[in-house]
């Protein structure tokens, strides 16, 4: 098929990419010529594990092209709008601003027939907007195909997706032909796109346009309740003297809990989750439902609170002030394999420590270019070893490999004190403490400061 991709950020880049592997014909068109540049390359503005190797196999085999004017849409059967949905930056709500002016710009350049297939992040009632956007263009099929990525594994979500969901008008009984089962519009457009994912058994949902709105936000929602409610519990086993760590693997072997976003620990940041509840809980207000709104108010107050936290908990390290200490953070990014700084918690935290009067290296394996022009209190190192240099107390902030790898031994003989806090609870502390290091982690027991080590 023919197929456009209108964004070419985080979701449109790989889901251009994805599609192009797949055997459609694909262009993705965006307004910024510098990512439009390095797309066409074969090189991703951003890292994201395995979608360079897709581009240059797309670019390669001249499946997929990228483009900045709207006109090279024109031919295309299927043109998914793949912008960002910020969070307002006035209010809670989700700016729609750039999807608008998407459909807008491409409206012109619709083909009798097309179809046009929303994926981005949006409100709930977002649909019946856009509708009177295309009102002119009565040949024009709508549809919401909501999307599930999650960075650092976006390439993998793409290629091997949990489900795929279907927003339609009048949802799944006007999907389908009664007498035969046969998918119609929308519903059949989708299928051929896909058809590679259907023919491998990957589940799909067919719903009506506010279902398929909503489900993506619901997801996020309870996801983030799920993070939010084992770091509120990790307060508790710090009070009580207990280990978040033992007592949310206990959790997690009970069925109808699961593992999985059990893990206490700094918490959530990046450019999804957080403006996600916050949306939804603005929607939830609008519609009336204040459980919701007062839930998703909560989940993220816990979330904030972490980094607090972590700061606080620096802080008592450190002797009770943190003004002229030395302190290395380990990680940059919102989370590993990305280099995304956006709502990073660790750089929140370390521009928060830098606040108050330490003196702040930051090391990431990724991001260290894009952190440190936004983050100029802030000194960055792109290497680990002269980032620990006379440290005094030593912050794992995001959980990259390297970090978890670190040899407690060498790291030993680069600082000045050995004394970590491990915020996210990943470290081996028995090994770091065989060491001399004190460790400290969020819901464990405290590391127990050895004179000789606070000393150091």
């Not at 040899?407 to 470290?427: E, F, M, S």
Request: charged share 20%; net charge negative; glycine share 10%.
């Amino acid at each position: 098929m023919r197929i456009s991709v209108i964004g070419c950020g985080y979701l449109g880049a790989v889901h251009a990419a994805t599609l192009a592997a797949m055997g459609h014909e694909v262009v993705g068109i965006d307004v910024d010529p510098g990512k439009v540049q390095h797309l066409a390359q074969g090189v991703a503005p951003f890292h994201e594990p395995g979608l360079d190797e897709l581009l240059q196999d797309g670019h390669a085999t001249g499946r997929l092209t990228f483009a900045t004017n709207p006109e090279a849409a024109r031919d295309a059967q299927v043109h998914f709008l793949c912008v960002g949905t910020p969070q307002d930056k006035t209010s809670d709500r989700a700016d729609l601003t750039f999807l608008i002016s998407a459909l807008e710009t491409l409206l012109p350049h619709l083909a009798a027939g097309a179809v046009v297939v929303g994926k981005s992040t949006v409100p709930v009632g977002t649909v019946d907007m856009l509708r009177g956007i295309l009102a002119p263009r009565p040949d024009v099929l709508l549809g919401w195909n909501p999307e599930f990525l999650r960075q650092g594994t976006a390439v993998k979500d793409s290629l091997v997706p949990d489900r795929l969901v279907y927003g339609v008008e009048g949802g799944r009984p006007a999907a389908f032909n009664a007498a035969t089962g046969a998918p119609l519009g929308v519903a059949a457009a989708l299928d051929a796109v896909y058809e590679p994912l259907l023919a491998a058994g990957i589940p799909r949902l067919v719903c009506s346009f506010a279902t398929a709105e909503l489900i993506k936000s619901a997801a996020n929602a309870y996801l983030a309740t799920k993070i939010s409610f084992i770091n509120a519990v990790a307060g508790l086993c710090d009070a009580a003297g207990a280990d978040v760590t033992e007592l949310s693997e206990a959790m997690g072997l009970d069925p109808r809990i699961g593992s999985r976003y059990l893990h206490a620990g700094l918490g959530f940041g990046g450019g999804c989750l957080p403006k996600d509840i916050r949306s939804f809980s603005a929607q939830a207000a609008t519609l009336g439902v204040p459980a919701v709104q007062d839930w998703m108010r909560l989940v993220d107050g816990v979330n904030l609170g972490q980094r607090e936290r972590t700061v606080s908990l620096a802080t008592e390290l450190c002797g009770g002030s943190l003004a002229g200490r030395a302190i290395t953070v380990l990680g940059a990014s919102f989370k590993p394999d990305t280099d995304d700084i956006r709502d990073s918690p660790a750089l929140d935290v370390a521009d928060r420590l830098a606040a108050v009067g330490a003196h702040v290296t930051v090391t990431d394996p990724k991001a260290v270019n894009l952190a440190w022009r936004r983050y100029p209190r802030l000194r960055f190192e792109a290497s680990i070893g002269k980032a620990l240099q006379g440290a005094e107390l030593v912050l794992l902030l995001t959980e990259w490999d390297e970090y978890r790898q670190l040899c407690p031994a060498v790291a030993g003989q680069q600082v000045r004190r050995r004394v970590v806090l491990d915020a996210r609870n990943v470290l081996d502390a028995a090994a770091w403490q065989e060491e001399g290091w004190a460790v400290r982690g969020l819901g464990t027991p405290a590391g127990v400061l050895k004179a000789a080590a606070a000393a150091r």
